[in-house]
């Protein structure tokens, strides 16, 4: 299990040895790609829009899985291509961005497999504006790769994802959803897609993408750690 000092000496800070130990044998190298117990971030890339935004999210989120948790995590993001075959080698998925969401059929069966298998999806509207150009593609792709009546559906404010870890009465607010632009909405709501009673597709127009999206060193200066949601992510994806 990776420690919260050794998880912040591989995102940033530097271990400067002393001479005594410079002379010593070095420890083994860490493993140049995760392990299999590990928790690894992954982000998915599609070809169609910015998939690569709020890109400080990853060692936010890890960081906080760090602090409150045991599970052990891979310290690096991860990119995968939509069409990737080694999608389901991951068990989570981050996606987001604000432009046109469009998947090939060879990717949208690629997805599919991923959520059967049990991974999960989780798909952030960093317009959070429920008419805007993510939000209606992303909902029209999953609606052709999960069709059905209850496709997106809105989860109860009772799901397992609100009570995983930490206790929530529903989606957390973030402070994006009323910053002026967007469908300046409170969304009280996420939405998803199950597959045998467990959840394959996370959905929210609620920017939690902005609103995780600063450098991890500074979450001391918080007067609530606003990643604790993301904590519940993980431990659901993992047990």
Request: glycine share 8%.
């Amino acid at each position: 299990m990776i420690t919260r000092r050794a998880f912040l000496g591989a995102i940033g800070a530097a271990a400067v040895g002393s001479r005594v130990a410079a002379q010593q044998a070095k420890p083994p190298a860490r493993p140049a790609g995760p392990r299999g117990f590990e928790f690894v971030f992954a982000r998915l890339r599609y070809d169609s829009g910015d998939w690569d935004y709020n890109p400080k999210v990853a060692a936010n989120v890890l960081d906080a899985v760090v602090q409150y948790t045991d599970i052990p995590v891979y310290p690096q993001e991860i990119v995968t291509p939509a069409g990737s075959t080694e999608l389901a080698a991951f068990p989570f998925l981050f996606m987001t961005g604000h432009k046109l969401v469009r998947f090939s059929d060879a990717e949208r069966q690629n997805l599919a497999r991923f959520v059967e298998s049990g991974g999960l999806l989780f798909s952030d509207d960093c317009n959070h504006d429920v008419n805007g150009l993510y939000a209606k593609s992303f909902e029209d792709e999953m609606r052709r790769v999960f069709p059905g009546p209850d496709t997106l559906a809105k989860l109860p404010s009772s799901h397992a994802i609100y009570r995983s870890f930490f206790k929530f009465d529903g989606p957390p607010q973030t402070g994006h959803e009323l910053n002026g632009w967007g469908d300046e909405m409170v969304h009280d709501y996420l939405r998803g897609v199950e597959r045998r009673g467990r959840l394959g597709v996370l959905y929210s127009n609620k920017d939690y993408g902005c609103e995780w999206d600063y450098d991890w060193r500074n979450k001391r200066f918080r007067a609530e750690d606003n990643t604790r949601f993301a904590v519940n992510l993980v431990v659901y994806t993992m047990t």
